[in-house]
């Protein structure tokens, strides 16, 4: 492994374990040595990489941006039809909630008082809903009557919604609980004709393919108490 691919798996790892304990514990009483400590390196070596608990916690948010970015272009690039594509959207933010510890960090930073800055996620889930049910409209798959602002403001109030009440229960981020959800939803919201060619369980080939097991790299352990020799130091020493 190369000196940079070990940075790389360094930062990561710090991430990872920042991440972990941002969603448990929230971003004020995370601790930075708790952070290096679960990512096996030592406080210095977190200070190589983050200037400070804000940096750290800016790096999370702008990695659960990425992933969420990355399976966003992998829903819109598969062909179907926009509410198709609006419903498989779902279904693949929801189960990234479920198995990502950093998207959920990310979320969790998102709506902390003492973190005004970084990525609004919500917004940018906002956005993406809306320009979904924009191009719906061209195709002419949305009921005359159905507002593109007041169904983007319910799909982004719901599925929010579900990612805050999922934290204590995952039943509520369930393939089944949103299929329920669109099954109530479409009707509302879709032509006739349109509505016949929309799975409300999702694409299970998009689903599965757009947000798969989480690539983050976990934490390393940490080194066995006294050990200070030169496999520790090379850790602490990279970039």
């Excluded at 960090?105 to 800055?117: F, I, Q």
């Amino acid at each position: 492994m190369t000196r940079q691919e070990r940075a790389v798996r360094t930062r990561h790892a710090l991430i990872r374990s920042a991440a972990e304990l941002f969603e448990r514990h929230g971003y004020v009483q995370a601790r930075l040595t708790e952070i290096s400590s679960g990512a096996g390196v030592s406080p210095g070596a977190l200070h190589f990489h983050f200037e400070n608990k804000a940096a750290v916690a800016d790096a999370v948010e702008h990695a659960a941006s990425r992933a969420l970015h990355r399976a966003s272009r992998h829903v819109l690039g598969s062909g179907a039809s926009a509410l198709q594509q609006l419903t498989d959207h779902t279904h693949v933010f929801a189960r990234m909630i479920r198995e990502d510890v950093v998207v959920r960090a990310g979320y969790r930073l998102n709506r902390d008082p003492a973190r005004p800055s970084g990525p609004d996620l919500r917004q940018e889930w906002h956005s993406c809903v809306h320009g979904i049910l924009a191009r719906a409209a061209d195709e002419g798959a949305l009921r005359g009557a159905a507002s593109r602002q007041a169904v983007a403001a319910t799909v982004v109030a719901a599925t929010t919604g579900l990612e805050s009440l999922g934290k204590r229960n995952e039943r509520w981020l369930s393939r089944g609980g949103l299929t329920r959800f669109w099954e109530v939803m479409l009707p509302a919201i879709a032509a006739p004709h349109a509505l016949e060619s929309v799975d409300p369980a999702g694409t299970e080939s998009v689903v599965a393919s757009a947000a798969p097991p989480p690539t983050h790299p976990p934490a390393s352990p940490p080194a066995p108490p006294g050990r200070k020799g030169s496999d520790r130091q090379a850790v602490d020493n990279l970039p």
